[in-house]
């Protein structure tokens, strides 16, 4: 019986050791390689990254500000995600050339679009900084003390970098919630033009409907190239630039995937919170998604009913619609995730454990600082994120704001027009009246502005004093906003709402915040120690924060919920089982009808599900197989999993890849793109 139990017990210590979660530094990766090996992974670390000769990390870049792409020709030709290339498809698109809608597809060179404001960032190098950045810093000195010393070094340190590598963009961050700091050095390239992208009929196939979900048939791809000078050094837009070399580029399999092919994440993943204490998990999950949820479900409904009844209402608002819907879907997963594997219990539980071990150590009573002040951080963080969720996005409020503090009148009357193109009175004043209400619930009297009361004491309730605020205020009125001076604007009661509502959350939560965080910085520093000391034999991986990570895991289909089991692959047949000419979202172009009718394509791959550990910023990552050829392009995580940011699970928690070979059929058979697809090195 006692064996058998310790049988089971090993078992399942084996589970939680194979828990695929993990975002690694890549000049680390040595540490990993072992594991990654014994899980199928063919290449040495000096593959992944090197300082010495070309490695994998010099063909993945951070795009624009806030995804990643990868270099998939040894002419500067880069993919990245639709989604990630959308404004500037967008940019070039016009009545006459509908890129977004017909799609893109450049012939030769001469045809490829510059996209102004595009750049795209190779980290050349990285290393750990924190004795230098610490010069100076004892324990025990306060807070600001090391804040001011951690800044002017962290200048000195890039300044120095800077001129010993000029030409370099060169930034300090912190890991380990400020326990560690390494430099990273990019070399940023400008000139970055459009090669081709899909009708967004098949790049957003799905919209928001399929966002976050699983089974998903997006295509959600977009083509790059870079452009350098002669010397192959980045170089602003010129017509005499010519492409990039780079020193490595992805070869692209063609041999597909299959569930358990071990799998491969390069990438840029914006921020995770893996460390922190039960008590910012349990605000996170049980008070600050769902209030922010609520919110976004307001406006949501204001928008689905009027966007229902125009077309010209829908095309308005689909892009707000799109970005207000993202992160509410998120947040839904995130606070269920948490929820169902009892996220907040298993902390508290690992707490208690650690607390018993820190007993007489210099770590003593620090989970118990922690529960405290976050319980002082709780009301004013709250209410800062209510704002935030409710008084910061009445449109017309922050046209008022955007109009006053734009002392060009040129610019103003530019920022105006393209205010007006999207905006409907009737949405903004729906959203108004909900979430000011929730807003009223949701922020106790004595804490709100005064401002506030004063208006409900005024005008009896939200209606009546929205239905007089959209009345006499000037911007509601698009000629009357254009008479408007700067002065006027002032004294408009859009204009009032805004500035009492900012300087509320300004003089109410900001200091506290302020202040608290001071405090909650060292906790949190002295807490990441103890984590890593009481566990000394875990593999700790730092938290995102837009620097360059691995991760690793393999093709995984999962179960969402009981006597659900869902398979990794999708393909084209899925497409065309949720084709439908009514639905905007899943009106696919006429010629994949075609060229679905034409032939045998009901197996063509078109997404795969895998375990690896992923976030905002990683849209666009390549997704490598063992050999480290490109397989897939990720693009979304399922919605179930999106607690990933906080705790990872392996039963849940899966990232959405484009399968790569769908990307080479719609270049291919859509596109007809030849020149394309002979640029790129296909390998079985
Ligand atoms: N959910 C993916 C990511 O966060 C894709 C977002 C694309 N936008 C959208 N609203 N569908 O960011
Ligand atoms: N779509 C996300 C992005 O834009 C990636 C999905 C995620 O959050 O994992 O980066």
Known sequence: MKKLFLGVLSLLCAICASADGGMWLPSLVSERIDDMAAKGFKLTAEDVYSINRASLKDAVVLFGGGCTGELISGSGLLITNHHCGYSHIQRHSSVEHDY????????????????EGLSVSFLEY?????????????????????????????????????EAHPGLKVSVEPLFMGNQYFLFA???????????????????FGGDTDNWMWPRHTGDFSLFRVYAGADNLPADYSPDNVPFKPRKFFPISTAGVKEGDFTFIYGFPGSTQEYIHSAAVRYIAEKSDPAKIGLRSLRLDAQKKHMARSQKVRIQYSA?????????????????????????DAKREYEKRLSAWAAGTRFEGICDSLERVYAELEPYKFALEIYNESAAVVEIARAAAAFVAEEDAAKREKALKAFYKDWYLPIDKESFEAVMTRFSEL??????????????????????????????????????????SPEQAEQDPAYVFYKSMRDWAQEYAMPQIRRINRRLDLLNREYMQAQMSFEKDKNFFPDANLTLRVAYGNVKG??????????????????????????????????????????????????????????????????????????GVNFDRVWEGTMSDIAFDPYFCRNIALDIRYALFIIKELGKADNIISELVLEP
Request: proline residues 5%; negative net charge.
């Open 126 to 162: 990285m290393r750990e900084v924190t004795a230098e950045v610490l010069e100076g810093w004892e324990p025990g000195m306060d807070e600001a003390s090391r804040e001011d010393i951690v800044k002017v070094n962290g200048e000195k340190i890039v300044a120095a970098e800077k």
């Open 100 to 115: 977004l809608k017909d799609g893109f597809w450049s012939k030769n060179t001469a045809e490829e679009l510059p996209c």
């Open 443 to 484: 922020i106790a009297e004595d804490q709100r502005p005064s401002y506030f009361n004063e208006s409900l004491q005024l005008y009896g309730s939200v209606n009546v004093w929205a239905d007089s605020l959209f009345r006499s205020s000037a911007f509601a009125s698009e000629s009357k906003a254009f008479a408007l």
């Open 186 to 204: 990019y070399r940023v390239y400008t000139d970055v033009r459009l090669v081709g992208c899909p009708p967004s009929s098949i790049g957003k």
């Open 320 to 344: 707000k619609n799109a970005s207000v819907a993202n992160a509410w879907k998120k947040w839904q997963g995130e606070a269920l995730g948490i929820r169902r594997n009892g996220v907040v």
């Open 558 to 631: 999962y179960e969402p919920s009981d006597g659900v089991r869902y398979k990794p692959v999708s393909t084209l047949k899925g497409v065309m089982e949720k084709d439908n000419p009514e639905i905007f979202d899943y009106n696919i172009p006429q010629e994949l009808r075609d060229l679905y009718a034409s032939g045998d394509y009901s197996q063509v791959p078109v997404c795969f599900l895998a375990t690896n550990h992923t976030t905002g910023g990683n849209s666009g990552s390549p997704v490598i197989n063992a050999e480290g050829k490109l397989i």
